[in-house]
Every structure is written in C-alpha cells, then in structure tokens.
Antibody
Framework: EVQLLESGGGLVQPGGSLRLSCAAS????????MSWVRQAPGKGLEWVSS????????YYADSVKGRFTISRDNSKNALYLQMNSLRAEDTALYYC?????????WGQGTLVTVSS | EIVLTQSPATLSLSPGERATLSCRAS??????LVWYQQKPGQAPRLLIY???NRATGIPARFSGSGSGTDFTLTISSLEPEDFAVYYC?????????FGQGTKVEIK
C-alpha cells in the first residue's frame, strides 16, 4: 500500500524558514516524479513544485520560485521542500503527491502557518 | 499559464440524479486533463486521468470526456458519498494548474 507521510509544518514568522519532509513507502520511490501541492484554508488546490524521479529536473510555481527548493533522497525514500522567506500567503496545508498520469496518491498534509 | 475554468461553481442535486461538470482550458491541453474529488478534511483523490481513464478503484458511474479545451466529468447517478468538491487539473504544460473547483451539494 502506498503511503506518504508529511511532516515539518508549523507556525513561523514572516521571513522565516521551514523544511517539509515526506516519507514514502509501498512503492519504488526512485521510479516516480513527486510533487508538492498546497491548499490555503477554505481555498482550492495550488501546485507548488515537482521533481523528476532522478532528481535531475525541478519545477516551481512562479509564486514560490526563488524562495522554495524541492529535493529528494531516493536512498531514504524521502521528498523535501525547503521554504525560505515565507509570507502570509504561503499559509496552507502542504501535500506531497506521487505523480502517475496525475497525482495518484497523496499524503494527509502538513499545515504551515505564517504569522507574527 | 493555462487557465482552467470550471462550471458551475456549485451544483445542487439529489441522490440518484446525473451530475455534469465542465472544465474549459484557455488553450489546448490535448487529453492531459485530470479530475480529482475532495471531501472535507481529506486529501484529494484521483478519479480520471488523461481525460477519460478511470483511476484504480473508481466506480464506473464516474466518466470523463473531452479533448483540446473542453472537458466533462459525468457522474451517472449520484450516491451519497459523491457529494464533494471536484477539481480539474492539466498536466500538459508547466506550470501545472487546477480549476477553481465545482462543489456538488445535496439539494
């Protein structure tokens, strides 16, 4: 069974940093592209970033480009999102998702709140 | 950026009725259109990929159609568990984008 477990969320002040992690199990992690998708409270879904299976290519939404960095460690079956220069508008539930012709599996999310 | 516009914003229907949800893209996405269902407090669930292919375990009452810029998700006969928010998403171009969602509510 595919499992994705996010961690690392919390309350941070504007301008601060957080590192999210996603622990994957139940599939061959190194064979799949992975992504982060977020959802602000009461709002719709927003794609944040994706990384190819090898880690060689990364993609970012314009809203986070230059501030967020996606990475992965295939030896640890782990996905990461380093978030710097956080803003109030980054407040959201952050999901990691496995990419297979669409995001076929999702974690339950980790909540990031940016507030002073 | 490809903009996806979903209509209607809200669909009020009774169990057993047919639901028809629309997703229109600002430019062609070929068949690279995906549908998700999201219930309150839950992560999204993949329903349909590449416009018309049901994901694993998705009941046959869910079907998708369309190509290019116009797509439809049809639920042939609504079950109580189908009342939720539905999102379309294009995976044709970067950035990957979602529609704003259609809420299917009980009438």
């Amino acid at each position: 069974e595919v499992q994705l477990l996010e961690s690392g969320g919390g309350l941070v002040q504007p301008g601060g940093s957080l590192r999210l992690s996603c622990a994957a199990s139940g599939f061959t992690f190194s064979s799949y592209d992975m992504s982060w998708v977020r959802q602000a409270p009461g709002k719709g879904l927003e794609w944040v970033s994706s990384i190819r299976s090898s880690g060689g290519n990364t993609y970012y939404a314009d809203s986070v480009k230059g501030r967020f960095t996606i990475s992965r460690d295939n030896s640890k079956n782990a996905l990461y999102l380093q978030m710097n220069s956080l803003r109030a508008e980054d407040t959201a539930l952050y999901y990691c998702a496995k990419d297979s012709s669409g995001w076929s599996n999702w974690g339950q999310g980790t909540l990031v709140t940016v507030s002073s | 950026e490809i903009v996806l516009t979903q209509s209607p914003a809200t669909l009020s229907l009774s169990p057993g009725e047919r639901a028809t949800l629309s997703c229109r893209a600002s430019q062609s996405v070929s068949s690279y259109l995906v549908w998700y269902q999201q219930k309150p407090g839950q992560a999204p669930r993949l329903l349909i990929y590449d416009a018309s292919n049901r994901a694993t375990g998705i009941p046959a009452r869910f079907s998708g159609s369309g190509s290019g810029t116009d797509f439809t998700l049809t639920i042939s006969s609504l079950e109580p568990e189908d009342f939720a928010v539905y999102y379309c998403q294009q995976r044709s171009n970067w950035p990957k984008t979602f529609g704003q969602g259609t809420k299917v509510e009980i009438k």
